[in-house]
């Protein structure tokens, strides 16, 4: 099994590549940010508690996710591999995702962080805003402050990740392809 973590803050390309990296690896995407809004379309419980913080540009409560993503792993015995996009958001989530994988003898084999700046990430959001119907990409003020909760909250996922040698950081600015093609790189170099 091949695990492997996309990294990065809102906007800095993770569901863009990860549509790309499934397709070329045969991975399970597991987006949490997809899962929470298919909960929200469908207005369970889980999805009525996730969208109160989602609107104001505010991480979901720790259980609710890795809830989330337990019922997933449970649910793909199947998968040759997982590719976590969006998760972990947090420590408490980086180590309860260690422990799950831990159950299926397995573990993360890279953590590929996208690195992009404050501005560019602001003007792809309100840029997909324009189209999407999210309503965490409208207002520039939600915007930042989910770059807020990147800064305090998830970026140091990565130096978590780096205890253990995992984090390879890459240049998330540039096309698409172009990006695609350094994650390949990076991926099979570590692919047996
Ligand atoms: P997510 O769904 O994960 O959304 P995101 O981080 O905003 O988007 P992503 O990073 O995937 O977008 P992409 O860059 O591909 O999370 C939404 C919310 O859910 C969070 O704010 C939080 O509240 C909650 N949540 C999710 N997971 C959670 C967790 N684990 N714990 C707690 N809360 C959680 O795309 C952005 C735009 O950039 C697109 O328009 C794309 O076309 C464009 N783009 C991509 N690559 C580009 C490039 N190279 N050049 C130019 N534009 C590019």
């Known amino acids: 099994m091949f695990n492997i973590i996309l990294f990065g803050p809102p906007g800095s390309g993770k569901g863009t590549q990860s549509q ?50 337990s019922s997933a792993l449970e649910t793909n015995p199947e998968a040759n591999g997982f590719l976590f996009d969006g998760f972990p958001r947090t420590e408490a989530q980086a180590e309860a995702l260690d422990k799950l994988l831990e159950l299926k003898k397995t573990s993360i084999a890279v953590m590929l962080a996208l690195d992009v700046s404050e501005e560019e990430l602001v003007k792809r959001l309100l840029h997909r805003g324009q189209s999407s119907g999210r309503s965490d990409d409208t207002n ?53």
Do not use: W
């Open 20 to 69: 790309n990296l499934i397709s070329k690896y045969g991975l399970k995407h597991l987006s949490t940010g997809d899962l929470l809004r298919n909960e929200i379309s469908r207005q369970t419980p889980l999805g009525l508690e996730a969208r109160h913080f989602i609107d104001i540009g505010q991480l979901v409560p720790d259980e609710v996710v890795i809830g989330m993503i």
């Open 140 to 192: 520039e003020n939600i915007i930042r402050s989910r770059i807020v909760e990147y800064e305090n909250k998830t970026k140091s996922v990565a130096d978590y990740y780096a205890r253990f040698n995992k984090v390879v950081h890459i240049k998330g600015e540039g096309s698409v392809d172009e990006i695609f093609e350094t994650l390949c790189h990076e991926i099979d170099k570590r692919k047996v």
